[in-house]
């Protein structure tokens, strides 16, 4: 059993500030890539930032120089501090987890519950 916990959304103006961090416990043999996603109303969800297992980050074009994701690999976390904050930000932001239980198992995707983040104008 793989859980991951998120916390860290709310309501913020634009301009401003929040950290968003996810924790994944359980029977974990190894993690490869962690990321958040995020889904507007009435879109698709959509990469915000990925980190794997060496450091190596992406971001969506949207997000670069505003937002970094970074990663606890004794803690198996991941954050993403999200700065400068706009209206555009708003959405519901998935944690995606790429793990496997055991040695010989192939890596698998685990999502967060979600978490939404609100920015107003």
């Known amino acids: 059993q793989v859980q991951l916990v998120e916390s860290g959304g709310g309501l913020v103006q634009a301009g401003g500030s929040l950290r968003l961090s996810c924790a994944a416990s359980?029977?974990?043999?190894?993690?490869?890539?962690m990321g958040w996603y995020r889904q507007a109303p009435g879109k698709q969800r959509e990469l915000v930032a990925r980190?794997?297992?060496?450091?190596?980050?992406n971001y969506a074009d949207s997000v670069q120089g505003r937002f970094t994701i970074s990663r606890d690999n004794a803690k198996n976390t991941v954050a993403l501090q999200m700065n400068s904050l706009k209206p555009d930000d708003t959405a519901v932001y998935y944690c995606n987890v790429q793990l496997r239980q055991r040695l010989f198992d192939l890596f698998r995707d685990y999502w967060g519950q979600g978490t939404q983040v609100t920015v107003s104008s």
């Open positions: 980190i794997d297992s060496g450091g190596i980050t």
């Open positions: 359980g029977s974990i043999f190894s993690i490869n890539a």
